[in-house]
């Protein structure tokens, strides 16, 4: 038994060891200041199927595909996992690829994830419908326990099932929505994703419950735009508040997630994004000021363009990420983490909701 335990952790300490070159590896020498994520003018109407983002050129790396057509996503620290954002993005790229290029392989990927999507809702008690995460999760001191909700898992299968409800027109698609902003009601400490703000002004929607506010940036706005896309098709008030608020937020607490007016941080300033986060944060933002009338979005999103820094700006930003984005390993050890310890980190919490990790 003891060689079968330290055999195991040898062989998680080579997979870490693994992981660290490869994100080393990515952070230094494929760092890049452009990143293919566009925006998508088509959608929006109640009409249009198009989402609003949209790329020719991603890619999958943490992808393994499950063999019913389902992706999974691999972490060093949960394993091969399904996640429903994960689900819904992976089959709104597909819908973008069929509208453009009319390949029936594609509208069949959407539909299956549609179709992954509806049997996998769960309803709870109090009448919301959720898509949880069923794996424990560490994400630097916040401890999230399966099974957990996320305001961004919510919004991107929010916003695939509108879509898949306007091509199959299937009422219990439209009954699964009816019942999924609940959650944008509640607040964190009350099962929900909801954070109001001190200034009683707005709230704030968590990728991560139980993260120090501000949280994730781009997890909220792609929350915003699911809640967007059933107020479209629902002309619902009560949908349409929960978008206001979340708006009012977002212009509340941008200046937090700022930097010099030029970038954006990721989570509650934990390091500087990477260019890719710091792309997604930007068209959210463009996207999000088209669709709620708020210049002070705009601004923001202007502001933080790529093509607006000098070459020293690229350098400042490219050392400021390297020294930031380890600074935050080292303060959460990072590398002393495993599968197996944030397993039993989880099993020694007494209840199901989330910790904040000392």
């Known amino acids: 038994m003891p060689n079968t335990r330290r055999n195991h952790e040898t062989s998680e300490s080579f997979e870490s060891?693994?992981?660290?070159?490869?994100?080393l590896r990515r952070e230094i020498l494929s760092f890049r200041f452009d990143y293919p994520l566009d925006i998508d003018p088509e959608a929006g109407p109640k009409d249009s199927l198009h989402y609003y983002?949209?790329?020719e050129k991603l890619t999958w790396s943490v992808m393994a595909m499950d063999p019913t057509g389902v992706p999974r996503a691999r972490n060093r620290l949960t394993g091969v996992v399904y996640k429903p954002a994960y689900i819904a993005w992976w089959g709104l790229v597909n819908l973008g690829h069929f509208l453009r290029h009319h390949d029936e392989p594609s509208r069949v990927a959407f539909l299956k994830q549609i179709d992954w999507l509806e049997a996998n809702a769960v309803v709870r008690g109090d009448g919301s419908v959720v898509w949880p995460n069923n794996f424990d999760s560490l994400q630097a001191k916040t401890l999230l326990k399966a099974p957990w909700i996320s305001a961004h898992d919510q919004g991107?299968?929010?916003?695939?099932?509108?879509?898949?409800?306007?091509?199959?027109?299937?009422?219990?698609?439209l009954d699964l929505l009816q019942g999924a902003t609940r959650i944008f009601e509640f607040n964190v400490k009350?099962?929900?994703?909801?954070?109001?703000?001190?200034?009683?002004?707005g709230a704030l929607y968590s990728e991560l419950p139980g993260q120090p506010i501000p949280g994730i940036l781009d997890g909220f706005m792609s929350s915003l735009l699911g809640l967007y896309d059933l107020c479209v098709e629902t002309a619902d008030p009560a949908v349409e508040k929960l978008f206001r608020d979340g708006i009012e937020g977002l212009k509340t607490m941008l200046p937090t997630w700022d930097y010099r007016g030029?970038?954006?941080?990721?989570?509650?300033?934990?390091y500087l994004c990477p260019p890719a986060y710091h792309r997604l944060n930007r068209v959210l933002l463009e996207v999000l000021a088209r669709l709620s009338g708020e210049p002070i979005l705009a601004q923001y999103a202007e502001a933080w363009k790529t093509e607006n820094l000098s070459a020293l700006g690229r350098a400042e930003i490219f050392l400021g990420f390297l020294i930031t984005k380890n600074a935050c390993r080292v303060r959460n050890r990072t590398w002393r983490l495993s599968r197996a310890k944030v397993k039993a980190f989880a099993a020694s919490e007494p209840t199901t909701t989330l910790q904040n990790a000392a």
């Open 262 to 270: 030029r970038w954006s941080w990721y989570a509650s300033r934990e």
């Open 190 to 201: 009350d099962g929900g994703v909801r954070e109001p703000l001190s200034t009683g002004s």
């Open 17 to 23: 060891l693994r992981y660290a070159l490869r994100a």
């Open 53 to 55: 983002l949209y790329s």
């Open 156 to 173: 991107l299968v929010i916003s695939a099932l509108v879509r898949g409800y306007r091509i199959t027109k299937r009422p219990r698609l």
